[in-house]
DNA sequence: TGACAAATAAGAGTAAATCCTAAATAGTAG
DNA sequence: CTACTATTTAGGATTTACTCTTATTTGTCA
């Protein structure tokens, strides 16, 4: 068990960010500074940013980028699997760049997703069934509640 | 296992309907007539219905209705967890009247959710650590991936 | 280096959800 | 039954979270 921290060293950011420039190569998509900083700064955290939050940051380094190319981008990333929208209820999408398997927590009061790791949720097997009529492409155990700090 | 339908008997119905206006009262919330008819719609279908397809169904019996009484209503419902908000990617929100455990499945493609029920993933176990630190109120396993009609 | 297609910025547009008001109505407890 | 208070209705205003349009810029590849 795990439950939320967990940070990413310099070089593992720039391990990810060359993996990432090679797959947008790989899709054809051009490999531009903006995508590269907002890619960058999806995997430096784990909060599990909106674009909205995503796009302040971002700001701080390309004061003029714009929130729609925040969302095309976040949107593009999720196409080629370089990041996911986690599930959730309702309001804004939340972006998650980690590649490690691991589970959501989300409080229903401040909306925050917390991730945890629980090595049985990583193990779940998928039925045969849906195996045969589906492709699965990810899974996962979703958890909602109240947090430690609203409660 | 048992993928996308599943129907409520007239008998079902009842009696969910007596759980909820249990609850109700239990909450201190009045049980009105708008209320128990949103709350029957709902419960009745497994189309995960928005608010204004819901509204829509509730006029037939009760045709003076307002879209924002059915809205209000629904996120009163989320809150005593009569019923819960399913992702709906960035549209309208979509709601479920819960009727047992089961899983949900969405189509990446054409964003269509599928419930489905497996035994082994009603009965997963939230691990002690987060029940001491949260309060768990709903766990499932969400599945994402390519539909049949899709792929 | 230059052409071209892809990507971006800026700003307008949109749809859903929420909130507001005020007046009418209707459960509920005493 | 009565008083109290929650709830509903209606219609408009506002907010949120995108989404589209158009002109401009910029990676990429010959």
Known sequence: ????????SAADLDK???????????RGLKVTPQRIAIYRELVKTNEHPSAEMLCE???QVF?????DTVNRTLLT??????AFIVEGSGDAKRFDGGLDEHQHFKCVKCKRVIDFSHEPFNNIEVPQEMEEMFVVL???VY???ICDLCR
Request: one cysteine or more; charged letters at 25%.
């Open 138 to 140: 990810r899974k996962s």
């Open 143 to 145: 958890l909602e509640g």
């Open 16 to 26: 990810k960010t060359v993996w990432f420039t090679g797959l947008c190569r790989e």
């Open 1 to 8: 068990m795990n439950i939320g921290e967990s940070t990413i």
């Open 57 to 59: 940051k971002v700001r």
């Open 63 to 67: 004061p003029s980028i714009s929130l």
């Open 77 to 82: 990333l999720n196409d080629i699997g370089a």
